[in-house]
């Protein structure tokens, strides 16, 4: 940046040197455009809109409120606002196919420069960042990424995490070859690793008010994703890392637990949920659906319990799907998981009453049904739902 404009020498650098390093070729040109503070955050406010069409973000503050996953009477668009554009320095927009450059927030800082400034101590600006970006453009003219959001009502939000872990990893660990023009050792992964362990604390400090959730996903994506684009590429170098984009994680389950991806593949178990059809024909409607995954049940079981026991209720998830039903200001919710044995079962089952109470919660084996709702409701959905729900592992 310069005096608020594009510098094109600059730019033009990254543009020439990172392919080679990255092992990746534009296949076209990348345009790029810088914005006043304000411009960003019209940009982000719409980019959120496109996201999040209608109603969207009110259902799932309705659900996610419920769940105690959100505080009452929060405005979760004015949140989520408020933490992505005070993380905005530069940004690859993959509806426009341009870089962005954020003036102001290039010149001050942000967590991301920050954070990224203690690993190599020096500015980062001009170098990493953009290097960062332009990845996301390689990364989109090769594999595609996603811009179209879910239906509400058959979301994959686990999954749609898990592959934004690895597209945030893979440009993280490219920024960091360019620097040093060349792929980063064992060593350098590891210290860029643990380096990134200060995301989420410093994310909380900041911004106290930003629902953890939210902070969480983000953090994660830097940090877990880091970690999981590192085991590809210490193992094969960044063809392996070009692999692992043709066929993406999964699960957060996967990105937080490596080897369940490249060793032994964990798949997810897919759940088909039924039995909710009668209610529906008496006015009950869906107004979400949706997968949490092992990353939202840990920071759901640690409203409760503490970090140690939230990692280890969540870990041996399997599979989970989630229905959300509502008529006039009734709310229905209705809760399938799968889990890896019996005894992760037991465990999910018995720290519940303690994580969400006055919830139903029922067990049968490797699954464990949670319902929530007007008892008389719920009295005739759980058989159903326990004779019609299927599973299959590896959907």
Do not use: C, N
């Not at 139903?360 to 159903?384: F, I, N, Q, T």
């Amino acid at each position: 940046m310069h005096d608020g404009q594009v510098d094109a020498g600059a730019l033009a650098a990254v543009v020439r040197d990172l392919p080679a390093v990255r092992g990746l070729h534009f296949l076209r040109p990348v345009p790029a455009l810088a914005l006043r503070p304000d411009e960003v955050a019209a940009w982000v406010r719409r980019d959120i809109e496109l996201s999040y069409p209608g109603d969207d973000l009110d259902r799932v503050s309705t659900v996610y409120g419920r769940l105690g996953l959100l505080p009452a009477g929060l405005s979760l668009r004015a949140a989520i606002e408020e933490l992505y554009r005070g993380q905005v320095a530069a940004f690859y927009d993959p509806r426009s196919k341009q870089l962005v450059l954020a003036t102001e927030a290039l010149r001050a800082g942000g967590l991301a420069v920050r954070i990224l400034s203690l690993l190599i101590g020096r500015d980062l600006v001009g170098e990493l960042l953009v290097a960062h970006e332009l990845t996301h453009a390689l990364q989109d003219q090769r594999w595609g990424l996603p811009t179209d959001p879910e239906p509400l009502v058959d979301s994959h939000s686990d999954r749609v995490l898990a592959r934004r872990a690895l597209l945030e990893g893979d440009a993280t660990l490219a920024g960091f070859a360019y620097l040093q023009r060349d792929t980063p050792s064992r060593d350098t992964i590891d210290q860029i690793e643990h380096r990134l362990h200060a995301i989420a604390p410093t994310l909380a400090a900041e911004y106290p008010e930003v629902p953890e959730v939210i902070r969480a996903s983000l953090a994660f994506q830097y940090d877990a994703g880091t970690a999981f684009a590192g085991w590809a590429l210490a193992e094969g170098g960044w063809s392996e890392v070009d692999r692992t984009h043709e066929d993406p994680p999964a699960s957060t389950e996967q990105v937080l637990h490596p080897a369940r991806y490249f060793g032994v593949r964990d798949q997810p178990i897919g759940i088909a949920l039924r039995g909710t059809e009668e209610i529906e024909a008496a006015g009950w409607h869906r107004i979400l659906e949706d997968t949490l995954g092992e990353l939202t049940l840990r920071i759901l079981v640690r409203r409760a319990l503490t970090q140690d026991r939230a990692v280890a209720v969540a870990d041996g998830w399997g599979g989970d799907r989630l229905r959300a039903l509502a008529r006039g200001d009734d709310l229905v919710l209705v809760w399938m998981t799968a889990w890896d044995t019996p005894a992760d079962a037991t465990e999910f089952f018995e720290a519940m009453p303690d994580v969400l109470p006055g919830t139903r919660v029922e067990r049968r084996g490797e699954r464990v049904l949670v319902l929530l709702g007007p008892p008389d409701v719920l009295d005739g959905v759980s058989a159903r739902v326990w004779a019609r729900t299927t599973s299959k592992k590896g959907e």
